[in-house]
């Protein structure tokens, strides 16, 4: 449930595997101290924490050409890729066996890397698509070529997918959740400021360029473009908005296909879903019914030329970074520059890792984990998470607002809770995946065909509860309400720059205790997870007195947030986020309490001026060095349920006691809060 951006280091804590346990503060020789020459000086901490912990770092570090945004994690991931790059060409170098894994990486990345290819080809790729979209005769005819391009991942229209039942965990199930759009989401077809009014003028730009690529002439381009605009908005008008998403209760409706089929007369979905490979399926969770009754009156009210250019551009969109080079700066153009503020393209070799990663991504990560990642450095953080696990209890069994019997069950759920650290138990088979060098695009829709059948594959079997959903190389960490568990890849657990025998605890704890494992384990207990229960299933497990009592300090965190202003006059959606700032205030809290158990704590010797704890409240905010374009950061604010970089960092440490101690917070400075405004959860 987090989209964390990990900082890694040049993978040098990995590769050595040399853990530090509590009772080390220190490695060896003269190791560089990261935190202490990242500071600012110039900030006081009690006006801007982020920028004391992180400005002269950031000084020295310009956001590139080529990126949104750029942290410590976008340099280590260039070693991450580095490293990728280097298996990956020794693969298409070496004559592996048909259908190995070396095999698919090899081919996927030779012909990804062969633009003058991809500029020979043109648009042949996908002209098999484009010619079935171009032969449709009737409306009644368009389902079944949606169920032909959803697949092969295209966003076409409806949004089927694979999980467990939210209140039945044991089971999986099909959803239907609203999809469809080629903006990011619906409010970027109705806010009336003028950034997003000229976003919505350059997409309508966009798709019209796009459309001619594609060889239909301006004027029927602009016209088609219109009608994509048209019916996307009809579709965003019933999409519901990002924090209305967050409420699990409201986004579950169960019903037979019969039901559903009353919910969208128009629609015979026994037959559609057939379509879609769905043979057998009598029950669906529609999130969103008010969607679904829309796509129904849009099927029988939107005349066929509307629908083909609807799918022609859905096509296009989603394969265009695969094909020749107008296209892919087309695409850029506007999705890394107008949305994003992006001035240049990423070189070719990193976007094709990152959809080799999307296609192969078990295949290269055996690879990573068997180089990278050492059983001492699993080791070493299997107890870190131990630690925060206790650190967590104890917090439960003091909290104040929350009755004796509610702790019991909170208690018990915190213990079911399976860490899952490092990488997993076991690989996705790639066998009946065919990857060859024919071109980019078609491996791609085969690796998105072979997704799409793997999720169905699971339908009408036991879960796997050992399965991740994420590859060990992925800068990310989740907590997954429905197995109750907390998901860590190798990659979360990297310092930067700094070989781990020479991190101290104070760096750990607040770098990977709090900002990693504590917040995933607070994912559980925030105004979302908690309403998961310790076998996964969405079900009220508190009492009514100590719901309430918790949504009164949830409220208290959304107001906070909805009170920060960004460029101007841009809010920050505290409802939308509240989950993310709970869990990075919960794990700040948590994560400090584990790290009071240390020698170094109790020791309480400074390093280079700074006491253990100030350690690790910097240790903390390393995590979130980063900063963002003006483009990038409008756009996370409309689609993005975690707060910018700066906020998760100033937003919780002005909750925070300890931290107004560390660094003698005084009134009348910017993060000082009262006591009595201060939100205190867990």
Not at 452 to 466: A, S
Request: proline share 5%; hydrophobic share 40%.
């Amino acid at each position: 449930m987090k989209r964390f951006l990990l900082l890694l280091p040049l993978l040098a804590a990995i590769v050595a595997g040399c853990p530090s346990n509590s009772s080390q503060t220190a490695g060896t020789g003269n190791p560089p101290d990261l935190l202490h020459a990242a500071l600012d000086t110039t900030v006081a901490p009690g006006d801007d924490f982020f920028t004391y912990a992180n400005g002269a770092w950031l000084k020295s570090h310009p956001i590139p050409a080529s990126e949104s945004n750029w942290g410590i994690g976008k340099e280590v991931q260039n070693e991450i890729y580095a490293r990728l790059r280097e298996t990956s060409v020794a693969a298409a170098r070496n004559s592996a066996g048909a259908g190995s894994n070396q095999q698919k990486i090899g081919d996927f990345w030779a012909v990804g890397l062969d633009s003058a290819k991809a500029d020979k080809l043109g648009v042949a790729p996908i002209q098999p698509e484009l010619d079935r979209i171009a032969a449709l005769r009737t409306v009644a005819e368009v389902p079944a070529v949606i169920a032909r391009e959803i697949p092969l991942g295209v966003n076409a229209l409806i949004g089927p997918r694979v999980g467990q039942d939210d209140k039945n965990s044991e089971k999986m199930v099909l959803y239907l959740r609203q999809a469809g759009l080629g903006l990011p989401n619906r409010d970027y077809y109705f806010n009336a400021d003028s950034r997003t009014k000229n976003i919505r003028r350059e997409y309508l730009l966009h798709v019209a360029n796009t459309l001619r690529l594609l060889g239909q002439d301006p004027a029927t381009a602009e016209a088609n473009a219109a009608r994509v605009m048209a019916l996307e908005t009809a579709l965003a008008k019933s999409s519901r908005k990002l924090e209305a998403l967050r409420d699990p209760y409201a986004n579950y409706h169960k019903m037979s296909v019969a039901q559903l089929n009353k919910l969208t007369p128009n629609l015979d979905w026994k037959k559609w879903l057939g379509q879609m490979g769905l043979k057998k399926i009598d029950t669906v969770i529609v999130g969103q019914p008010e969607f679904y009754q829309t796509v129904g009156r849009l099927l029988k009210t939107k005349p066929l030329a509307d629908w083909q250019a609807y799918l022609t551009w859905q096509v296009a969109r989603e394969f265009a970074p695969t094909l020749s080079r107008p296209l892919v700066d087309e695409n850029f153009r506007f999705y890394g520059t107008v949305l994003r503020g992006a001035k240049a393209i990423r070189p070719r070799w990193k976007r094709v890792l990152d959809m080799q990663e999307n296609a192969l991504g078990d295949a290269l990560g055996q690879l990573f984990v068997k180089e990278y990642f050492k059983p001492e450095a699993k080791a070493r953080y299997d107890t870190l998470v131990q630690r925060v696990v206790a650190s967590f209890a104890d917090h439960i069994r003091q909290v104040d607002w929350m009755s004796a019997p509610t702790k019991v069950v909170a208690l018990e759920k915190l213990r079911k809770i399976t860490p899952k650290v490092g990488y997993p138990s076991k690989w996705k088979n790639y066998s009946f995946l065919q990857i060859d060098r024919s071109s980019l695009a078609a491996n791609v829709m085969r690796a998105n065909r072979w997704a799409y059948q793997y999720e169905l594959n699971k339908l009408g079997k036991p879960v796997d509860r050992t399965e991740w959903g994420m590859t060990p190389q992925t800068y990310n960490a989740y907590y997954n309400g429905s197995n109750n568990e907390i998901v860590l890849p190798a990659a979360a657990f990297a310092i930067p720059g700094l070989l781990d025998a020479d991190a101290d605890d104070a760096l750990v704890y607040g770098y990977a205790g709090a900002s990693t494992i504590g917040h995933e384990l607070t994912h559980g207990f925030d105004d979302e997870g908690s309403q998961y229960d310790a076998r996964g299933n969405l079900h009220e497990w508190w009492s009514k007195g100590d719901r309430q009592r918790f949504n009164q300090r949830v409220a208290g965190i959304v107001r906070q947030f909805d009170g920060y202003t960004l460029l101007d006059s841009l809010h920050i959606n505290g409802r939308a986020t509240a989950g993310e700032n709970i869990a990075d205030l919960g794990g700040i809290v948590i994560g400090l309490d584990a790290f009071k158990k240390t020698k170094q704590y109790r020791e309480g010797k400074k390093i280079n001026g700074l006491t253990p704890v100030q350690r690790y409240f910097l240790g903390y905010a390393l995590g979130w060095q980063n900063h963002t374009r003006d483009e990038s950061l409008a756009n996370q604010l409309l689609t993005d349920v975690h707060s910018p970089a700066q906020y998760r960092v100033n937003g919780p440490m002005a909750d925070v006691p300890a931290f107004y101690e560390a660094f003698g917070v005084k009134p009348g400075q910017k993060l000082y809060r009262p006591d009595s405004t201060r939100v205190v959860i867990w």
